[in-house]
């Protein structure tokens, strides 16, 4: 009773934020919880324009379907494989490109490393990979340089190798996007209190030390955050890049789940499998995440939730 | 990105599921199709011309967003209608865009559905046409009327307009396409005659011997497009036509037993990718035909380090138009009737046919179709089938003493030719994806209904290399150095519609990513591998249901011939 009355209590204090927050509510209830019921169609040989009491249920057909294709098994190791190379080159090279930046006095060469390295991120993937498609051809500027080096004999083709692949997407992920990941960091090394720094240099620290124990325990809580948000994103390797560079040559390692979803799926009008897919990487998604964030209270880390 | 999609998709159904209620069940598309006809009927009883504005949505390729009216062609149809158009392309994917027009139930008044047909037709997203014609449509009987059992649907009526249906018959005189050779290497070797696919091979190997680099670059022997998602056929077809067979998509038909037999684990394929993998050992191969992308393919053709590549005429179409403008006739190009032994006959100029799975349909959502119904009639009387494909008398083509259409200088020409000028006449927009007389067409008083067509017009264009070339083969036109194409009353098979989902669709989607992994490795690997490497090929191949499909399409080919459509 006392807390019922608490709580209304401090509603009413509290009136306007609750106000302001109902647009929101509604928003995500809308989007993000309405949306949910479109899972049905998973278990129903879906056909659109159809209204739901026409639908004709299929049980778990689609992901029975979904599980006995060998197809999908590769293209699952493919979606892991991808995403766990871009999740940790994209923390290494973040986190290192932060910290060199911040060590740098030059402010005016600072800016502009800053600039140039987070610059690509807004090309679109499209351009992006026809410039990796261009520097990678037989004619283009590695092989040249390569050859010209006597590295290689003849010039290589790149993108008709397979296990090429996952390196090359992951150089051209860490190229686009490390600029534009590094500056969360730097925000971050902004709210380091500096006389921690000055602290540590009475005491004698070199430059290396500074950085390894007050910069990166400072980050911590910020990398642990991402890292979790992050780890529930974990079957979202991206579609265009690997559609766009993808071939025939390097299907077996190129091909990931958004890709089969749009063959497999869309491709052939069969929304039920794409949903099944769909709800798949969900669940895959939310366990992650989920123990990730289990994994973090138990370390006594930060935690989103 | 995907799952995002989907579940947007899904709460769009619900809305309109939810707004809709029940009244909107099942015979929705009936409904749909019944009340604005009627509602046409009593607003546009007699010839209505108030100015209105519809959307037209192409999934055609991609072109400037325009409206109808910014174009001579348009501009000249709204003022006989009063209707203009807003039109717009596809951008980005096909299918995706599809699949999320299907589930908003969100059309446009009328679709080109290009290769989303079968989709479109399983969402009822096209209302049926049969009434209206009835009603509206002296023109579109006149000219459709003896195809109509060609694209009705299951239920018996019709949906859409293809774009095939032929008034007579006139053939393309500057037909190209298959294994072009740069004009250089005919030069050099005094125009030999060649016609198999080792004397080709065997003629650019001599070339790129004497000539190892151009401009400064290595030569490239030989060239094809195989890189990109959606064009691998380019590597999968020319097999087929060595084997003196037409483009029929995925399979072969038989003359006298109508058997569809697949392309692809074929005799056929072997020996062609086996003469490829030859050829790849000797250097002659690119190996990047593999992995490039269209734009790539294009610079590599235009840079004239290309001596050899295959290709259909509409991939290139920038690739020939820029090569003819540099004006070096020496490096531009010539399609050439290559097979595998003499004595075949080639066919690569498609036989007469009607292509039944696209078309251009009004969709549910249109506002008044009897309008549009009107417009399509309009736009089929003879008088405006000339606009859009000749345009407007002395301004893009000439009528010459004898009534014969031509064009009288280069201004005319560029017309038609030059892709803005076309643009902002409105060829572009207009000639094509609308219902209209068949390529192939010849109109009233024998002009051919195409420019392209017209023999008059083709020699006209022909620059002092063509002359001598034609000349030096003994012939007046491109494509009488090609076999004339025989009847094929099922042409061509790959418009057969494969049903969404279907074994048949699911068999040739996994049948192409296994050729599009097999394939190039195999070419590109040593000779003394290949044979291991097509066991290996076939081992896989064959462990997917083939049968189904060849019997599938054999049913469909028996039934056109048998006039079933």
Known sequence: MNQTHLFFKRLIQQKTLAFMCIPFVIWAFVFKYLPLWGWTMAFQNYKPARSYSEQEWAGLKHFRILFEDSTFYRVLRNTLVMSTIQLVLGFVTAITLALLLNELKNLIFKRVVQTVSYLPHFISWVVASSIVLTVLSPDGIINLLLTKLHLLDKPELWMGKGNYFWGILGVTQVWKDVGWNTIIYLAAITSIDPSQYEAAEIDGASRFQRMLNITLPGLKPVIIILLIMNLGNILESGFEPQYLLGNGMNLDYSENLDIFVLKYGLGMGNFSLGTAAGIFKTVVSFIFLFSANHIAKRMGESRLF | ?565
Request: hydrophobic content about 35%; aromatic content about 14%.
């Open chain 2, 1 to 565: 990105m995907f799952k995002g999609k989907i579940l947007t998709a899904g709460l769009a159904l619900v809305l309109a599921a939810a707004l809709g209620g029940c009244g909107n069940g099942s015979n929705s598309s009936d409904g749909a199709s019944n009340s604005p006809a009627a509602k046409g009927n009593s607003a546009s009883g007699s010839g209505d011309t108030s100015p209105v504005t519809y959307k037209y949505f192409s999934f055609g390729a991609p072109k400037k967003q325009i409206l109808g009216s910014e174009t001579t062609i348009g501009k000249e149809l709204q003022t006989q209608t009063g209707v203009d158009w807003n039109i717009e392309y596809l951008v980005g994917d096909g299918d995706t865009k599809a699949g999320v027009m299907i589930a908003s139930g969100d059309y446009p008044d009328i679709i080109d559905s290009s290769g989303q047909m079968a989709k479109l037709m399983d969402a009822g997203a096209f209302i049926p046409l049969d009434d209206l014609i009835e009603k509206y449509g002296p023109n579109i009987k006149r000219v459709y009327g003896p195809y109509f059992d060609k694209f009705r649907q299951k239920d018996g009526k019709l949906y859409f307009f293809p774009y095939g249906a032929n008034i007579g018959y006139v053939s393309e005189p500057n037909f190209q396409t298959g294994f072009y050779i740069q004009r250089s290497i005919l030069k050099e070797f005094n125009y030999p005659k060649i016609t198999t696919l080792d004397e080709y091979f065997d003629l650019l190997k001599q070339y790129k011997d004497k000539h190892p680099q151009v401009n400064g670059q290595d030569t490239i022997g030989f060239a094809t497009f195989a890189g990109e998602q959606g064009s691998f056929f380019t590597l999968q077809n020319p097999a087929m036509h060595l084997a003196g067979y037409p483009n029929d998509g995925s399979t072969m038909v038989d003359m006298k037993t109508h058997e569809a037999k697949l392309v692809a684990g074929s005799e056929y394929q072997k020996r062609w990718m086996q003469k490829l993998n030859e050829a790849n050992a000797q250097g002659l191969v690119d190996p990047e035909s593999f992995t490039m992308n269209r734009d790539q393919y294009l610079a590599k053709l235009t840079s004239g380090r290309v001596l050899g590549y295959f290709s259909y005429s509409w991939q290139v179409g920038d690739a020939t138009n820029n090569l003819k403008k540099a004006g070096d006739d020496d490096k531009r190009y010539v399609a050439l009737p290559i097979v595998f032994d003499k004595g075949i006959k080639d066919q690569y100029i498609d036989p007469p046919g009607f292509v039944n799975n696209y078309g251009v349909g009004i969709t549910v959502k249109a506002k008044d179709p009897a309008r549009i119904i009107k417009y399509f009639d309009n736009l089929l009387k003879e008088e405006n089938q000339i606009l859009v494909q000749w345009g407007i008398k002395d301004q893009s083509y000439a009528v010459d003493a004898n009534g014969r259409f031509t064009y009288a200088n280069d201004e005319q020409r560029q017309m038609h030719e030059d892709p803005e000028k076309s643009q902002k006449f409105g060829f572009d927009y207009f000639n094509y994806s609308w219902p209209r007389y068949g390529n192939n067409s010849v109109l009233e008083d024998g002009n051919a209904y195409g420019p392209g067509n017209q023999p008059e017009v083709a020699s006209f264009g022909y620059t002092e290399g063509d002359k001598k070339l034609l000349a030096a083969y003994g012939v007046k036109t491109f494509s009488e150095l090609f076999s004339n194409p025989d009847e094929r009353p099922w042409s061509p098979a790959w418009s057969i519609a494969l049903e969404q989902g279907s074994p048949e669709q699911m068999f040739i989607t996994k049948a192409d990513d296994l050729q599009r992994k097999y394939l190039p490795a195999m070419i590109l690997d040593s000779p003394a591998n290949f044979d291991k490497n097509w066991d290996d090929y076939m081992n896989q191949f064959n462990k997917l249901d083939k049968k189904t499909y060849e019997d599938f399409i054999t049913k469909k080919v028996q039934d056109r011939v048998a006039g079933k459509w």
